[in-house]
């Protein structure tokens, strides 16, 4: 037995596998907090969504044109373009989605729609924030396909929103590419090199810019793939030929190639802005498709509302619920260092013989003793489980130790009202009923209960034992049990450790076994208190009772290693008060419950 903590130590450190089957049952004896939790959630969610206005929901489906850009890498290492290359990119749609949302597009939204009448606000900003939380946008994968969706209580204006957005976003891209009116095109077709020209911006200001110059700001001239490569080659160009010329003269053939070739990019640049401005003038006239998108299936007014967003959200508060109800019963049992079932001292590292669980039956409560003994129960089912528990824990006790140790018992516990009086009381009375001589012995000489449990005089018993030089027979008085002999505490002693470990304790036990089948002694609990670890080595063994739900597992080690090193043997434990109403248990507990529910319970 002693080195059994160590025993335990290593087991506990040891890495365990998940016990599936143990959090199950955990789970389903917890099951009333779970449904509680999804009652709460059900009830709180549904109140909530059903209070919601009634929304109706719509789209509208556009596909935007992808950009046209003609870069290209050759496999020579030189870098070239080619028109009519189309390139796709998230970055562009993710861009052009953003700009739907953006303040200038649904404010052109909420202008051709009159939507500050709707709202009753002239608030511009708080109008657009509201049309904004309104739609949603998204875009398939691997599609120019964009879905602009709208929730609202207005169908009619759901759908008017859905198709203006739409229209806004088109309307305003186009506008945005040209970046100047379609009036300033054909001011640049007519206009020649070097003169200025009047012209109203994008944000209606009135400039007179020179022809060069806003040939230049053109966006579509700045962004313009190819003319940025050709300005990068000119760049280089310009360097070799700065170079060359620090070595050569203007007539050596290096010199006259690169300045060749130094026109020629001049030239292309000059041919590429006049293509581009070209294009820029068709697409103002409308004779290319040159929109960034177009409409391909208008929103339709919707009949019926959306139910599937009030069933969603109570369905993630029940899920939520659910989880949370999980988390904290996990949280519980983790924190939980009680033994609940047979199952857990195993789990938790407790290497200490089982004896037997005792039930709690509600038939204890009503017996008017202070301490339930099996003869003052009512005949019905609860005394028979009782009887029949310990008539097991007998069973076990005989097959604990040889013979002659279990003749003596010592019955202690780890705190006050774990039960140990409890089961002092009743294992002597059923080993009396089964025709034992049987002597208790109450040792608790700092709360006896015994004597009140019988209904017998205390003034005199164990104390007076000890300390004067009487008989046993003047000390034991019989109980209403047959074959049960009872010695109470006594008068309450100021030393009781002192008396207890004295030569006249040693006497008792020897004359004692000598009269008597069995003896059992009720020791106070050894918490705290050295009483029972002083009886227990007198005896040289114990019985230790264990309160389910109550007694901690660190308790129950901790009063383990101190019985190994006072050499005292721990024949076992008993697992007092399984409340089966409350408990779902698994594994041996449960068979053992289903088999005697099969075999030994009456019917009331």
Request: proline share 5%; net charge neutral.
């Amino acid at each position: 037995m002693a080195e059994s903590p160590k025993i335990a130590e290593i087991l506990m450190d040891e890495e365990k596998p998940i016990d599936l089957r143990y959090y199950l049952n955990l789970f389903r004896k917890r099951i009333p907090i779970i449904v509680t939790f999804v009652i709460i959630a059900v009830t709180i969610s549904g109140i909530y969504s059903f209070k919601q206005p009634t929304l109706y929901q719509t789209s509208a489906k556009m596909i935007l044109e992808r950009p046209r850009t003609t870069w290209q890498e050759s496999g020579e290492g030189s870098n070239f373009y080619r028109p009519g290359q189309d390139e796709l990119t998230n970055t562009y749609f993710n861009t052009q989605k953003e700009i739907m949302l953006g303040s200038t597009v649904l404010g052109l939204v909420a202008e051709g729609l009159k939507l500050e009448t709707y709202f009753e606000t002239k608030d511009r900003d708080a109008l657009i924030n509201q049309l904004r939380a309104m739609i949603h946008i998204e875009s398939p994968k691997d599609s120019r396909l964009v879905v602009v969706t709208v929730t609202a209580q207005d169908p009619k204006l759901a759908a008017r929103i859905a198709n203006a957005v739409g229209e806004s976003f088109i309307q305003k891209s186009f506008e945005d590419r040209l970046y100047y009116s379609k009036d300033m095109l054909s001011w640049l077709e007519q206009g020649t090199p070097g003169e200025y020209i009047t012209i109203t911006d994008a944000h209606g200001q009135v400039k007179r810019v020179r022809y060069e110059k806003l040939v230049e700001s053109l966006p579509a001239i700045q962004t313009d793939p190819n003319l940025r490569a050709f300005r990068n080659q000119l760049q280089e160009t310009k360097i070799e030929l700065d170079n060359l010329l620090r070595k050569f003269r203007d007539k050596h053939p290096l010199v006259i190639k690169t300045r060749a070739n130094l026109a020629f990019v001049e030239d292309n640049m000059v041919r590429e802005k006049q293509n581009i401005i070209s294009n820029l003038k068709s697409k103002a006239r409308g004779e290319l498709e040159g929109k960034p998108g177009r409409i391909v299936e208008e929103a339709k007014v919707p009949t019926t509302p959306i139910q599937s967003e009030r069933y969603r959200f109570i369905i993630i508060c029940t899920l939520a619920a659910i989880f949370l109800a999980l988390a904290i019963i996990f949280a519980l049992d983790h924190f939980d260092d009680t033994i609940h079932i047979m199952e857990d001292f195993e789990r938790k590292g407790i290497l200490i013989p089982f004896l037997g669980p005792l039930p709690l039956m509600s038939a204890l409560l009503r017996t008017k003793t202070r301490v339930p003994v099996l003869t003052h129960m009512h005949e019905d089912e609860d005394r028979v489980a009782v009887e029949e528990a310990f008539r097991y824990l007998r069973v076990a006790i005989n097959f604990s130790a040889p013979p002659e140790t279990v003749k003596t018992l010592a019955i202690a516990s780890c705190l006050p009202g774990d039960g140990k009086s409890f089961v002092s009381t009743n294992l002597a009375s059923s080993l009396a009923l089964d025709g034992n001589r049987v002597l208790l012995i109450d040792g608790d000489l700092r709360r006896p209960v015994i004597h009140a449990t019988f209904n017998l005089e205390n003034d005199v018993g164990l104390s007076n034992y000890l300390t004067a030089n009487i008989e046993l027979d003047q000390v034991v008085k019989e109980s209403s049990i047959e074959n049960l002999s009872i010695v109470c505490s006594g008068p309450i002693s100021p030393n009781p450790s002192e008396i207890l470990g004295s030569d006249r304790m040693r006497i008792l036990f020897k004359e004692a076994v000598d009269k008597y089948d069995r003896i059992i002694i009720d020791c106070p609990p050894l918490t705290g208190i050295g009483d029972g670890f002083v009886v227990g080595g007198l005896v040289g063994h114990l019985i230790l009772v264990i309160s389910a739900g109550k007694t901690p597992a660190d308790l129950i080690r901790h009063i383990q290693q101190q019985l190994d090193k006072m050499s005292i043997k721990l024949l076992g434990t008993v697992l007092n008060r399984m409340d089966l109403s409350k408990e779902r248990y698994g594994g041996y507990t449960k068979h053992y419950y289903s088999t005697y529910n099969k075999y030994y319970k009456r019917s009331s």
